[in-house]
């Protein structure tokens, strides 16, 4: 299980773009004993090896509660990584293929570590992009050995950034008239003694508002396990905003800071010398970015005037406080190729896209149409 989890940074080492997380995080995200898939999942993991030394690494998983527009049978597999060998990847997609096989999905989809609520996708583009807080890192060659293996995209996933300098914002008087115009609108930032009903309200109002879009699993707050805590001590309360009409939720909105400006040049085990190092800094540090995590508006209002208002004041009020913040930069993911409404959101904000996650798809008895992928969007 070490091998497997401390797998990235060792073949990675030096390539342009990589930064090792923790330990600590990666457990949290695959350690049977802390990863909440483990709870509701089942899976399956395989090291490559060469001369004795690991070369490569795959999971297969079969999730219960599949995704929206995922045929039923399909399993997944996910913590693909390895070194430049397509003979390496092949011989790992093939173990995962013939596992999930055995447990009789008929079709395989992925990479998702563990699930499509955590690290979907591999990084097709971007890659020489700075680091942020639970997005994957792969390097440029993994996309075509995956796809020498007969697998063909089905849908992209898009991180889209925006530097904080260039975003229009409205002033704090033009946002309290806009307010003004829906009667019975208010937002607020949850209070630190409340965040455990404020994150079950986190996840009421994203589901509901999700539910039917392709790649839709339920967030439960047991997904968010930990948050809690990093965001009474690193996220400041302006980060999580929550908004109500006539007193019901309506519209939620969190974003977390990058924690690899914390981490950076430390080895994803710090030791003696480095935990010390990395408490200072949590203690002291000024974050410079951070990616929105979590957007929601509930169903019976997309589409309309009040609902686009309202998604346009989240994005400003949050904008805005990271501003006063002194960030610099934040993300935003992840992102539909197809997710119009949101696009022209982000866009109206001068975000621009910077990272691009694809999931790959195959039947097991050969490669899955795209449009096989695509119901139920």
């Not at 990863?35 to 060469?50: D, I, M």
Request: aromatic content about 8%; some cysteine; proline content about 8%.
């Amino acid at each position: 299980m070490r091998s497997f989890v401390d797998l990235p940074p060792v073949i990675y080492a030096g390539l342009p773009g990589f930064e090792p997380p923790l330990r600590m995080d990666r457990d949290m995200l695959l350690n049977p004993r802390q990863s909440a898939f483990w709870k509701h999942g089942k899976v399956q993991y395989w090291l490559a090896l060469r001369g004795g030394k690991p070369v490569g690494r795959i999971s297969a998983q079969i999730d219960p509660n599949l995704p929206v527009g995922i045929p039923e049978g399909a399993g997944m597999f996910g913590s693909l990584d390895a070194v430049d060998d397509p003979e390496v990847v092949r011989l790992l997609i093939e173990a995962a293929e013939q596992w999930l096989a055995d447990q009789g999905c008929t079709s395989i989809f992925g990479p998702c570590t563990l699930d499509m609520n955590d690290e979907p996708g591999l990084l097709v583009s971007g890659a020489d992009q700075p680091a942020m807080t639970l997005c994957p890192w792969h390097p440029p060659y993994l996309g075509p050995h995956v796809e020498r293996c007969g697998y063909a995209g089905l849908r992209d996933l898009h991180n889209w950034r925006l530097d904080l300098k260039e975003a229009p914002l409205m002033s704090s008087e033009g946002r309290k008239r806009l307010a003004e115009r829906i009667p019975g609108l208010t937002s607020r930032t949850p209070d630190r003694g409340s965040y455990a009903r404020d994150i079950a309200i986190l996840c009421d109002v994203y589901n509901d508002g999700w539910r039917e879009h392709w790649g839709f699993i339920p967030l439960n707050p047991v997904d968010l396990d930990g948050l809690d805590v990093l965001m009474k001590w690193l996220v400041a309360p302006e980060a999580f905003r929550i908004v109500e009409l006539d007193g019901e939720p309506v519209g939620v909105m969190l974003l977390i800071p990058n924690l690899f400006e914390l981490t950076a040049g430390l080895s994803p085990s710090p030791g003696l010398a480095g935990w010390p190092r990395l408490v200072w800094r949590a203690l002291t540090h000024r974050f410079r970015s951070g990616r929105i995590i979590v957007v929601g508006l509930v169903s019976r209002l997309q589409g309309t005037v009040i609902g686009s208002a309202i998604a346009a004041l989240m994005v400003d009020e949050l904008v805005a406080s990271q501003t006063v913040l002194k960030g610099e930069w934040v993300e935003a993911g992840w992102v539909l190729e197809n997710n119009t409404a949101l696009i022209q959101i982000l866009e109206r904000f001068r975000f621009r896209r910077n990272k691009t996650f694809r999931i790959f798809g195959k039947s097991l008895d050969g490669a899955m149409p795209r449009q096989a992928m695509e119901t139920g969007e």
